[in-house]
């Protein structure tokens, strides 16, 4: 009997900030008003003796709507907040993102060629930021969405004044 393989890294130390789970909120009420639109003027729109489905689509699409409304705004913000984590240690960046399909991403800071941070319009809104770790692989760059404004510039700073000390030491 073999053990079971052990998990490539440990899970992160760190949540997100608070602030993430009402934007998340937000961004949930809004794709719910543009759906709500477009179900509210298809059913206008569009008379039920057409036939064919659309005497089913019209109490169906706003049930869908109502549906994605529950799941977007009132579950999906608090289980993303769970399960978002973000660590910085002294040799690697790493992330666990998903909350129906999770992804861990793990990146050396010797790897390191740039750290952007990154405020959209809600980001703004709520005083939050996002770092986006890059390296040259397609597939290296480590996103830590929605931290506070001040953690991310920190740990911004820092990962590139550490990356810089290790291309120095290589050289």
């Not at 073999?2 to 009420?29: D, N």
């Not at 977007?72 to 907040?81: K, Q």
């Not at 404004?149 to 550490?162: H, K």
């Amino acid at each position: 009997m073999s053990a079971p393989p052990a998990l490539p890294v440990r899970e992160p130390a760190w949540s997100l900030s608070r602030s993430a789970i009402w934007l998340w909120v937000t961004q949930g009420v809004l794709g719910t008003l543009v759906y709500g639109v477009l179900v509210a003027v298809f059913v206008l729109a569009v008379p039920s003796s057409v036939g064919g489905p659309v005497p089913v689509l019209r109490w169906l699409l706003p049930a869908l709507v109502a549906v994605y409304a529950v799941v977007a705004v009132g579950i999906r913000p608090w289980i993303r907040y769970r399960v978002h984590r973000w660590e910085v240690t002294a040799e690697t960046v790493h992330a666990l993102t998903g909350w129906l399909s999770r992804t861990w991403t793990l990146v050396p800071v010797a790897r390191i060629q740039t750290v952007d941070v990154t405020r959209g319009v809600l980001q703004q809104l709520y005083g939050l930021a996002s770092v986006a770790v890059l390296t040259a692989s397609s597939q290296g760059t480590v996103r830590v969405p929605h931290l506070e404004v001040g953690v991310a510039e920190r740990v911004a700073e820092d990962l590139a004044r550490r990356a810089e000390q290790v291309r120095d030491e290589a050289t």
